[in-house]
């Protein structure tokens, strides 16, 4: 199915130019006001970024365009977000340069940077005004962070592995005929919430009673499942190694993209909702950090989010987007209130404070 991919090759830099100069004398980009002259240009800059689909999306819509208009080469980084995060912190502390210029990261784990003290404030950003309440860090001052979309974990499921029709459940996972057939992130991430209510418990327990979910968890874990980053997800699926998965609908997407016949659901129990963003670890040059945020500016654009999302397949935070047509209508792809009704959404400040223990606590269930 051909869905809408807006190009950006007809964007010429006088176009770009013209369409920003309304931004208050803005650049190319949105943010010469503090300086007399654009700074003087880098031979690249680098990104951190997921691997597979996400990268691809994230050249194509954001990357290759600011290349385009700006001739700086964009360098993306796959080390993992929670390996790089030290090293980031590290370099701040001992002032030295930090490895990346920009961290495209969870909200949760970026806000534990922005506590830290060591990401940039974004709030200069012209396009900040063109978006939508969901790209303000809940309980940040200002900007350290700006968010770009959301994603909903869910269940992501082969068809022929389920005959009597989608499962309704996450305790559906149980059936002894899906040992080894199912995947979950290494960490954790995106079922601890579920689990707390298919385990028995309530939402509102969170963080002072999780024993529900390690209880389901405690028996999720005598399923053998296999766990992953967000790639394998899609190379399990397409090798046929798995019949299911709590993974972002993206990983499964892509694998349809490859001709796998699967689907997903949002069970009964909810599915989580969160967050991903770009910010600036503190220590760049100041050139450097100018044409960083030109490139956070860029990934605000509607033409750039278009085309970025589009391959994702997620809900952006720039106001008058194309869903995907294969993504109407689909409870991965929240636009409306009753939308976010059947999603697990809890406080950023909950899981900065208690993330790192759940990630422990899953891992030591899996592995004993």
């Known amino acids: 199915m051909k ?45 951190r970024a997921w691997g597979g689909s996400w990268v691809d999306s994230l050249k194509a819509g954001v990357s290759d365009s600011f290349t385009k208009m700006t001739g700086i080469a964009v360098r993306h980084d796959l080390t993992e977000d929670n390996e790089i995060q030290p090293k980031v912190w590290a370099a701040v502390a001992q002032n030295r340069v930090p ?27 012209p ?39 989608p499962p309704k459940s996450w305790k559906d996972l149980l059936d002894p005929k899906f040992k080894g057939r199912l995947a979950f992130y290494n960490d954790g991430i995106g079922f601890h919430f579920p689990a707390q209510v298919a385990g028995g418990g ?20 005598a399923q053998q499942p296999l766990l992953g980053e967000d790639p394998d997800f899609t190379t399990w ?21 490859n001709g796998v016949k699967i689907e997903w659901v949002v069970p ?6 969160d967050t991903d963003g770009l910010w600036i670890p503190k220590g760049l040059p100041e050139n450097e950090l100018y044409w960083a945020k030109q490139y ?18 997620l809900p952006g935070v720039v106001p008058g987007l194309t869903p995907p047509k294969d993504l109407v209508g689909d409870p991965s792809y929240p636009t ?19 993330e790192s223990e759940w990630f422990s606590k899953f891992k030591a269930i899996m592995q004993g």
């Open 268 to 273: 009964e129990e909810g599915a989580k909702f």
């Open 237 to 257: 699926f397409q090798n046929g190694e798995i019949d299911a998965a709590c993974t972002i609908s993206t990983n499964a997407r892509e694998a349809r993209k």
């Open 202 to 221: 309530k939402l509102e327990d969170i963080p002072g009673n999780m024993q529900p979910a390690w209880d389901f968890i405690t028996k999720m874990k």
């Open 296 to 313: 956070i500016n860029h990934a605000l654009t509607k033409e750039a989010q278009q085309v970025w999302l589009d391959g994702l397949g």
């Open 3 to 47: 869905r809408f991919k807006p190009t950006l090759s007809h964007l010429s830099r006088r176009t770009f130019l013209q369409a920003t100069a309304a931004l208050g004398g803005a650049s190319a980009l949105g943010l010469r006001g503090a300086y007399a002259q654009e700074p003087e240009k880098p031979a690249e800059i680098i990104v």
């Open 336 to 354: 409306t209130e009753a939308d976010f009704q059947r999603l697990i959404r809890i406080s950023s400040k909950i899981q900065v404070e208690n």
């Open 127 to 165: 396009n900040l005004a063109n978006v939508t309440d969901l790209a303000k860090p809940a309980g940040l001052e200002g900007f350290p962070i700006v968010n770009t979309y959301g994603y909903v974990y869910v269940l992501a499921y082969r068809p022929a592995a389920f005959p009597d029709g």
């Open 99 to 125: 490895p990346i210029h920009i961290n495209w990261d969870t909200t949760t784990n970026a806000t534990k940077s922005a506590l830290r003290g060591v990401t940039e404030d974004l709030s200069d950003l």
